[in-house]
Nanobody, 123 residues
Framework: QVQLVESGGGLVQAGGSLRLSCAASGRTFSNYAMGWFRQAPGKERAIVATINWSGSNTYVADSVKGRFTISRDNAKNTVYLQMNNLEPEDTAVYYC????????????????WGQGTQVTVSS
């Protein structure tokens, strides 16, 4: 089992920044590819960013490219999502997931999910 806890969400004005954290406990964190997803009201959950087990390969969705960065610290069992130049369209609940594999923006076998953290961007 892997337990994931997100933090760092909140209310921010457009153009502002937030850094989300996802702290993992349980099984060896470095065994897993990680991803950040988001779900806005009335919309389906969408992939935002992925990172492989070592952190050497990262991908972000086109909608956030140039603004969001994913990273991980395996010594701290934590994955991060740095979000800059936030837009009202980024308002959503953000989730992290631990997955068995990743191919660019596609995650495979995401069996562990956090509870989500709300990000609200005001215009």
């Amino acid at each position: 089992q892997v337990q994931l806890v997100e933090s760092g969400g909140g209310l921010v004005q457009a153009g502002g920044s937030l850094r989300l954290s996802c702290a993992a406990s349980g099984r060896t964190f470095s065994n897993y590819a990680m991803g950040w997803f988001r779900q806005a009201p009335g919309k389906e959950r969408a992939i935002v960013a992925t990172i492989n087990w070592s952190g050497s390969n990262t991908y972000v969705a086109d909608s956030v490219k140039g603004r969001f960065t994913i990273s991980r610290d395996n010594a701290k069992n934590t994955v991060y999502l740095q979000m800059n130049n936030l837009e009202p369209e980024d308002t959503a609940v953000y989730y992290c997931a631990a997955c068995n594999g990743v191919v660019r923006l596609s995650l495979i076998g995401c069996n562990y999910w956090g509870q989500g953290t709300q990000v609200t961007v005001s215009s």
